[in-house]
């Protein structure tokens, strides 16, 4: 059975400082995918990131980098010099290659409050 | 481009009711569709899937329904509303294919249960 457990329920920083969001999971599968969503307050969904299993190299994207180690089934995120506008809650997911559509793995979220 | 529509945008409901939620995707063909369910102080969880037209897969067994009429229009309902029943319902899209397509998010659905 798959689980992504996302162990920070919540995480209050001040602006400008960096922030880590753990996610570690399981699974059987040896072929899988990550992914990492937003929920701001309004409530949808935004994609950040999707990483296949095969794929160990860290990714930056602006101020966002994630952290993939199949080691230690971790896949953390981490927000540099961080700003009110990652306020926000964080979900991990975990989609195993399920050959059709399976749906998505979701931890429970962290919420990052960013405080000016 | 593509957009996910979802409404309403919030629902209250007393115990008992019947439920509609609808969900349409524009700016693609055959997307796989799926039913969320957000709980308070839990993390998503998946309620329905869908890869075509009529075909629905439940993941877990519950108090609520899904269909398909057409390519672009998933429905979720219930014949009698629970109290547990409450929570936000989101909706999602992704392309045909395998797990590895990411998935595009409605706006989702406040459901209050009195």
């Known amino acids: 059975a798959q689980k992504v457990t996302q162990a920070q329920t919540e995480i209050s920083v001040v602006e400008k400082e960096d922030v880590t969001l753990d996610c570690v999971y399981e699974?059987?599968?040896?072929?899988?995918?990550l992914f990492w969503y937003k929920q701001p307050p309004s409530g949808e969904l935004v994609f950040l990131i999707r990483?296949?299993?095969?794929d160990e190299q860290n990714e930056i994207s602006g101020r966002y980098s994630w952290n993939f180690q199949k080691s230690t089934s971790s896949f953390n995120f981490t927000i540099t010099a961080s700003q009110v506008v990652d306020s926000a809650v964080y979900f991990c997911?975990?989609?195993?290659w399920g050959g059709g559509a399976d749906g998505l793995t979701f931890g429970k979220g962290t919420h990052l409050i960013i405080q000016p | 481009s593509q957009t996910i529509h979802q409404w309403p945008a919030t629902l209250v409901q007393p115990v008992g009711s019947p439920l509609s939620l609808e969900c349409t995707v524009e700016?693609?063909?055959?997307?796989?569709l799926y039913w969320y369910r957000q709980a308070a102080g839990r993390g998503l969880q998946l309620l329905f899937y869908?890869?075509?037209?009529?075909?629905i897969s439940s993941e877990v067994p519950q108090n609520l329904s899904a269909s398909r009429p057409q390519d672009r229009q998933f429905i979720l309902s219930s014949k009698k509303l629970l109290l547990s029943d409450s929570g936000f319902y989101l909706c999602?899209?992704?392309?045909?294919?395998?797990?590895?397509?990411?998935?595009?998010f409605g706006d989702g659905t406040r459901l209050s249960i009195l």
């Open positions: 869908s890869v075509g037209i009529g075909q």
């Open positions: 700016g693609t063909s055959n997307p796989n």
């Open positions: 999602a899209w992704s392309r045909t294919g395998n797990s590895n397509q990411p998935q595009h």
């Open positions: 990483r296949n299993s095969f």
């Open positions: 997911a975990l989609s195993d």
């Open positions: 699974t059987r599968d040896t072929t899988y995918y």
